[in-house]
């Protein structure tokens, strides 16, 4: 059974920089073909992929964040690791993690989502 | 980056009607297409991947169709428990990108 949930500061202040993370089961990620997705959604708004880590351990950014953005996984955790400077009140979201298998079985999309952790920018 | 948009932004209809909700990329993505059912409060749901693909689970009455740059999701007959905003994903690159959603109440 395929499970993620996502870990992290509820607030955080403007400027700061914040570590989230996505604990998953029932895969590896050094397994060929998965890879795991962040995405946010501000509250009201539309989703927006932010960054991925495959199992080769390529990592791939989102054109407009790219430069606050780093991904990371540690596969003896079954964790992928997200932060991301320079927080804005317009980075208030929930932001999400998610498994893809680009295998030949696979769907090679989001196919299993976490929960979402909120996180509120505030002073 | 690959630009989607979806249309109608909102959508009204009764139980049992025939609903479609069209995507349109900016540029030729194939059959790099997914569609997402979110309820409120809730992660996103996968529908349908490879433009057509009923993904396992889900009921049959949604079906996609289109490649290219224009496809489309539709409910054959609409239940009460299809109430949600619905999402298009393109995936032919790694730059994925979503659709802005089009929420669907029914009457």
């Known amino acids: 059974q395929v499970t993620l949930r996502e870990s992290g500061p509820a607030l955080v202040k403007p400027t700061q920089t914040v570590t989230l993370t996505c604990t998953f089961s029932?895969?590896?990620?050094?397994?060929?073909?998965?890879?795991v997705s962040w995405i946010r959604q501000p509250p009201g708004k539309a989703l927006e992929w932010l960054a991925l880590?495959?199992?080769?351990?390529?990592?791939y950014y989102s054109t407009s964040l790219k430069t606050r953005l780093t991904i990371s996984n540690d596969t003896s955790k079954n964790q992928v690791v997200l932060t991301m400077t320079n927080m804005d009140p317009v980075d208030t979201a929930t932001y999400y993690c998610?498994?893809?298998?680009?295998?030949?079985?696979?769907?090679?999309?989001?196919?299993?989502w976490g929960p979402g952790t909120l996180v509120t920018v505030s002073a | 980056d690959v630009q989607m948009t979806q249309s109608p932004s909102t959508l009204s209809a009764s139980v049992g009607d025939r609903v479609t909700i069209t995507c349109r990329a900016s540029?030729?993505?194939?059959?790099?297409l997914a569609w997402y059912q979110q309820e409120p409060g809730k992660a996103p749901k996968l529908l349908i991947y490879?433009?057509?693909s009923l993904r396992s689970g889900v009921p049959s009455r949604f079906s996609g169709s289109g490649s290219g740059t224009e496809f489309t999701l539709t409910i054959s007959s609409l239940q009460p428990e299809d109430s949600a905003t619905y999402y298009c994903?393109?995936?032919?690159?790694?730059?994925?990108?979503f659709g802005q959603g089009t929420k669907l109440e029914i009457k």
């Open positions: 994903q393109q995936y032919d690159s790694y730059l994925y990108t």
């Open positions: 490879k433009a057509s």
């Open positions: 998610a498994r893809i298998s680009r295998s030949a079985s696979g769907t090679a999309t989001h196919e299993y």
């Open positions: 540029q030729n993505i194939k059959i790099w």
């Open positions: 880590v495959d199992w080769d351990g390529a990592r």
């Open positions: 029932g895969f590896s990620l050094s397994t060929s073909g998965m890879c």
